[in-house]
């Protein structure tokens, strides 16, 4: 039987939910095959700690799903899965704080309805457990695809590879988890994190920090370290892990302080004897918590320290703040590129999965140049 410790009292979450959320995700995962016979409520309620009401509550629920199904006078089983109808596409994000997220939305929308389906936009707060919901939800409302922009981590890979065992698209957008069967359609990260690492070598630095952020473990965010890491390589730089830290993301209006310990381990970096000169920022909030971090610590940007960024967010091209970001395809254009992928993997199902990588480019302002007047430009170079 699955593991009870996964039932939390002291949760917001209701404990029938709770019980019926941990059911669901073993049945869609594979864990709990068709056929199986979950324990009586009795039983059900010891093993968990719970009472008969609550137990039965969480059954009803899943029956009404089409998940287990109850024969009088024998228990509850496993059902078979439930079968996508219609033409309903999920659509799960994990953000919805930025416009790129709405013009995201806007290019995955504007091309199924083309095609004839319609969007479920699901948010998930980018927490597992709710991004877990979602997928449920989305299978229990049979729909017919899952566009999935994910949580933070690889916490549902066993559910989701449930879900592609039975046949219903997922097409993973920006984010991935590596190792599923899934078509994915991502912006070029790898390259980016290249650029902006190969543009601070060339402006003379050779300490070079890496700002991570509470995603580090994202696909998104492990490519850009690769490409910091390969240009690095490239200039004879040894890679430092003690040069890779953490901060959190910086909130896209505000005058918000990062907390004190984070101030201190950042501006501890660019003293002896790590004597860092330059970070290369996993995103550009994190690159503006480091900005704010450095200037209340008396320190000049980009004089005594040089900063980049990834994103180009509107506000990174503010005078005050003129950083240097590695700029992506615009998001409108990576949700239509997402939609066209899903629609073509339900009209011609079956095929090795694809992936869809889009190019970036380097923007460079004040932040790495101290030039008078405005420095913007644009750098297209290549990566490796």
Partial sequence: MLSAHKIDKRSPLPLYAQLQELFRAAILSGELPPGSQLPGEEELGRQYGLSRLTVRRALQDLQHEGLIRTERGRGSFVAGFPTPVGNGISLI???????????????????????????????SRNDPDEESRDIGAALRDRNAAILLFPSVGFANADLIRGVLARGIPVTFVDRWYPGLPADVVTEDNVRGGYLAASHLVERGH??????????????????????????????????????????????DEGDA?????VASSLIQLTRSPHDVTAFVGCHDRAALTALRT???AGLRVPDDVALTGFNDYPWAANPDVSLTTVAPRPWEELGARAARLTVDRLQRPGGEP?????????VVRGSTSVQNGDSTKTATRGGP
């Fill in 354 to 362: 694809r992936r869809e990588v889009l190019p970036v480019q380097l």
């Fill in 206 to 251: 050779r300490r070079i920090g890496f700002l991570t952020s509470a995603e580090h473990q994202t696909t998104a965010v492990e490519e850009r370290l690769a490409g910091y890491r390969q240009a690095l390589e490239e200039a004879a730089i040894p890679y430092d892990p003690i040069l890779v830290t953490a901060v959190p993301p910086a909130p």
């Fill in 294 to 296: 450095l200037r209340e």
């Fill in 257 to 261: 302080s990062p907390a004190m310990p």
């Fill in 93 to 123: 994000m994990a953000h919805l704080h930025h416009v790129f997220h709405l013009d995201l939305i806007r290019g995955i929308e504007g091309e199924l309805k083309r095609a004839g389906y319609h969007v479920i936009t699901r948010y």
